[in-house]
Structure formats: structure tokens, C-alpha cells
């Protein structure tokens, strides 16, 4: 488990429900419109919203976005994205709750140098400590998180030189920032892998865990498919890099990232985090796909249930075509839907039955009544 920390009144990690969070997509100067997006996407369920910060005056008007935001009775963290303006995250850094910083151009030179001596290498990790000393005073002194995040694509020619634009490199450049921010005793770090390539995704960051436990380190971790593009692609590749590492006990917030209006991603997220036991958000249903045996309509029966039983967060509930392997398969849902003859449905709570032969007519107005006399019991 990962050590808990802060953003704003916002716990991550340390057993903390695995927090959703997307990024606006509007200019950061138009106040108006980020604040008007960024109470749409909390509507939609995000939980820290992140916006771009690329030089000064952006980092600046993050006050203002937050100061109308808080007038609006929304009290959600904000977390501002950099990459090659040190002195805009050290601004950000008093007035958001997190900034993002990216390893890879933050604060590594990018000279066109190809190889670096031992010697040359060291100096430079040197320099990143002496750069990053001022921002990681400012968000000691504010108590505002920071996340290291790393992106595929864009590593230094430090690493480059001696990792290449690999997995080992984006652990490794990660686990190097994290260093320097232990050395200065500064401990409200988040770290992320990201790639558009899901095994890229995976792979870097199973490495990066395995080597922060190693040194000894339990940072929280955010999960995310960069550029997932849109449509089913982009659900589909999130689901797979986000999902795969869930599974492993790897993260502690997710964004999913479409190219679409970001309240899209918020139900993707709750859907991936309830896909594998995460976070439970809603019901869960038990399907079969039905075969020549099934006696019913049960595609329809399927989408009368769910409407009926939306309310019932956390219930389990089976939808099987017929007795042969139904009961079976749906063994550890809370109720059961069962087809038990031509048009006749019968009920179940667990493994037990509970009412038989039921008309299809009636039997989801039936089931929904059941659960609901069962749970106020």
C-alpha cells in the first residue's frame, strides 16, 4: 500500500478510494470558460482537475480560476501542469494544491549532446537538485503536492544517452527526481508513467514501483493511457493499461485521456475502477450472452433491470438464460434472474431460490421489489 498524502483536503493513497481526475482543455487565461468546464467535469464525478500552466501570466490566473471556483461553492483541488517554465510551477505552487512537473524537459538541457561521461552525468543530477531546491521549498511551505510525471517520448538526452526511449529510462528519470526531492526531506510526491503504447504504459510503471520499493519508497501512483485518442479505441486502450495495473494493487488515481470534451472521461474511469473492484460506484450485472437453450427475451429484460436497479450501488445482481448453467455461473451474485422455461423466469437471493416460474410479463417489476423489501431488512 502507498503511503497517504494530501491535496488539499483531498486524500490520496494510503487506502484512500482511487481518485479520479481530468484535465481542462481551454485557455487558461479565459477564466470564465475554465471555470465553467471545470464545474462540468466535477459534476461529472472528478475529483482533481488539472490545467495547463505554460508560462507566467497562465500560472498567475490559476488565483483566479480558483478564487471563482470557491465562490461557486466548488471546492475541488486544482492541480497545474508544467513542463518547461520552472518559474511558473514555483508561481502555481502558492496558489493550486499540486503541480505536475515532467522529468524529461523540467529541468534537463536539451543541448543536442549524445553521450555524457560519468562525470557529466552526475553534474547534471547535481543541477537538477540545486534547480529543483526552490520549488520544492515553495511547496513545502504551502503544503502543495507535486507529481513526477514522465512521459514516453519526451526523456532528456541525459537519459537518452544512456537508457534510450525505453521503459528502464522513464523509471529510471522518475526514480531520479525522486531522489532529489527525498534529499531536500520534501515527501508529497505522486509519480506517473505515461504512453500512448499501453505496454509501454505497463511495463514502465510496474518497473518504477518494483524500483521505489526497492530504495524503499511508497509514493502514490497515477494511471493513464496518454493519448488514447477517441471512441472505443481510446476506452478500450485506457481500460487496458489502467485495468492491468489495478489489478496488479498498482494505483491510487486515474485519468483517462480522450480526445473528447473531458467530462466523457469521468464515467470511463468509475466504469474501469467498478470492471475491477477498485472503487464501486454502481450495481454490477452478471450477463450471459444467451444461446438456443435461453427461452426469453433477454437482451431486454437486461436493459429494464438496469434501468430499475441503477439506484443500488454495490448490488450484484444475474441475468442467465437458462437453469443449466445460470445458477452456476452467477454463484456469487447477491440476486438472480434465471430463465427457467418458455417465457418463465425464476428468482433467486444468492444461491437460494426464492420464487418460481414467474411470467417474463412480470418478473422484473418482481425482482426489483424483492431486492428492494430484501435490503431494508
Known amino acids: 500500500m502507498s503511503r497517504q498524502i494530501?491535496?488539499?483536503?483531498?486524500?490520496?493513497?494510503?487506502?484512500?478510494?482511487?481518485?479520479?481526475?481530468?484535465?481542462?482543455?481551454?485557455?487558461?487565461?479565459d477564466t470564465r470558460a475554465t471555470v465553467e468546464q471545470a464545474l462540468r467535469m466535477?459534476?461529472?464525478?472528478?475529483?482533481?482537475?488539472?490545467?495547463?500552466?505554460?508560462?507566467?501570466?497562465?500560472?498567475?490566473?490559476?488565483?483566479?480560476?480558483?478564487?471563482?471556483?470557491?465562490?461557486?461553492?466548488?471546492?475541488?483541488?486544482?492541480?497545474?501542469?508544467?513542463?518547461?517554465?520552472?518559474?511558473?510551477?514555483?508561481?502555481?505552487?502558492?496558489?493550486?494544491?499540486?503541480?505536475?512537473?515532467?522529468?524529461?524537459?523540467?529541468?534537463?538541457?536539451?543541448?543536442?549532446?549524445?553521450?555524457?561521461?560519468?562525470?557529466?552525468?552526475?553534474?547534471?543530477l547535481k543541477r537538477i537538485g540545486e534547480r529543483m531546491a526552490t520549488l520544492i521549498d515553495i511547496c513545502k511551505a504551502h503544503h502543495t503536492a507535486m507529481r513526477i510525471g514522465t512521459n514516453h517520448g519526451s526523456l532528456s538526452e541525459r537519459i537518452m544517452s544512456r537508457y534510450g526511449n525505453t521503459p528502464e529510462g522513464?523509471?529510471?528519470?522518475?526514480?531520479?527526481?525522486?531522489?532529489?526531492?527525498?534529499?531536500?526531506?520534501?515527501?508529497?510526491?505522486?509519480?506517473?508513467?505515461?504512453?500512448?503504447?499501453?505496454?509501454?504504459?505497463?511495463?514502465?510503471?510496474?518497473?518504477?514501483?518494483?524500483?521505489?520499493?526497492?530504495?524503499?519508497?511508497?509514493?502514490?501512483?497515477?494511471?493513464?493511457?496518454?493519448?488514447?485518442g477517441d471512441g472505443m479505441q481510446g476506452r478500450l486502450k485506457s481500460a487496458a493499461g489502467i485495468g492491468a495495473l489495478l489489478l496488479d494493487g498498482i494505483g491510487d488515481t486515474v485519468r483517462v485521456s480522450l480526445t473528447e470534451d473531458p467530462?466523457?472521461?469521468?464515467?470511463?474511469?468509475?466504469?474501469?475502477?467498478?470492471?475491477?473492484?477498485?472503487?464501486?460506484?454502481?450495481?454490477?450485472?452478471?450477463?450471459?450472452?444467451?444461446?438456443g437453450r435461453t427461452q426469453y427475451d433477454i437482451q431486454t429484460a437486461l436493459r429494464e433491470i438496469k434501468e430499475k436497479t441503477k439506484h443500488l450501488v454495490g448490488v450484484k445482481i444475474g441475468v442467465m438464460g437458462c437453469i443449466v448453467n445460470g445458477p452456476g455461473e452467477m454463484a456469487d451474485a447477491d440476486y438472480g434472474y434465471v430463465g427457467s422455461g418458455h417465457g418463465k423466469i425464476t428468482l433467486y437471493k444468492g444461491k437460494e431460490i426464492v420464487k418460481r416460474d414467474i411470467d417474463q410479463r412480470d418478473a422484473v417489476d418482481e425482482l426489483v421489489k424483492f431486492i428492494e423489501n430484501d435490503r431494508k431488512i
Do not use: W
Request: negative net charge; hydrophobic residues 40%.
Open 170 to 228: 522513464m523509471a529510471q528519470s522518475a526514480i531520479e527526481f525522486a531522489r532529489v526531492c527525498e534529499e531536500q526531506d520534501y515527501h508529497d510526491l505522486v509519480f506517473s508513467m505515461k504512453a500512448s503504447n499501453v505496454k509501454v504504459m505497463v511495463d514502465s510503471t510496474r518497473l518504477f514501483v518494483q524500483k521505489m520499493h526497492a530504495l524503499g519508497m511508497d509514493y502514490p501512483i497515477h494511471l493513464g493511457v496518454t493519448e488514447a
Open 263 to 291: 467530462e466523457a472521461e469521468m464515467p470511463i474511469a468509475y466504469d474501469i475502477l467498478q470492471a475491477v473492484g477498485a472503487r464501486i460506484t454502481q450495481p454490477e450485472y452478471i450477463a450471459c450472452p444467451s444461446c
Open 6 to 29: 494530501h491535496i488539499g483536503k483531498l486524500t490520496l493513497g494510503g487506502g484512500a478510494p482511487v481518485r479520479v481526475q481530468s484535465m481542462t482543455n481551454t485557455d487558461t487565461i
Open 42 to 124: 466535477v459534476e461529472a464525478g472528478c475529483e482533481l482537475v488539472r490545467i495547463t500552466a505554460p508560462d507566467v501570466k497562465a500560472a498567475e490566473n490559476l488565483g483566479r480560476i480558483k478564487e471563482e471556483l470557491l465562490k461557486r461553492g466548488c471546492e475541488v483541488p486544482l492541480v497545474a501542469d508544467i513542463h518547461f517554465n520552472p518559474r511558473a510551477a514555483e508561481v502555481a505552487a502558492t496558489l493550486v494544491e499540486k503541480v505536475r512537473v515532467n522529468p524529461g524537459n523540467y529541468t534537463d538541457r536539451n543541448t543536442g549532446k549524445l553521450e555524457f561521461t560519468e562525470q557529466e552525468y552526475n553534474d547534471e
